[in-house]
């Protein structure tokens, strides 16, 4: 089992900054993708950004130019800056992970428990 968790949501402008993080713990032999979503009330969950053991990087159109993932393999850690940010932005969010628990495991994802963020004046 992996237990993801993630701080950095809360309050902020339009226009303002926020960092979310999740550090993924537990049976890790490697992290293949690295991954947030987000879902604001009444919608379904949305791709925002992944990002690959090798540092490929995915971005939803929405977020593109505003938003930057990365990650730390070393911590098993995953980063989202957020920048610029819009009221629409505003929604859980919830990092994932695809890791392998062994050389020989097959891939399972895993879900953090979320963080609020919200952009509003």
């Known amino acids: 089992q992996v237990q993801l968790v993630e701080s950095g949501g809360g309050l902020v402008q339009p226009g303002g900054s926020l960092r979310l993080s999740c550090a993924a713990s537990?049976?890790?032999?490697?992290?293949?993708?690295m991954g947030w979503y987000r879902q604001a009330p009444g919608k379904q969950r949305e791709l925002v950004a992944t990002?690959?053991?090798?540092?490929?990087?995915n971005y939803a159109d929405s977020v593109k130019g505003r938003f930057t993932i990365s990650r730390d393999n070393a911590k098993n850690t995953e980063y989202l800056q957020m920048n610029s940010l819009k009221p629409e932005d505003t929604a859980v969010y919830y990092c994932n992970v695809v890791s392998r628990a062994k050389s020989w495991s097959r891939p399972a994802s895993y879900w953090g428990q979320g963080t609020q963020v919200t952009v509003s004046s």
């Open positions: 537990g049976s890790i032999f490697s992290i293949n993708v």
């Open positions: 990002i690959t053991s090798g540092g490929t990087t």
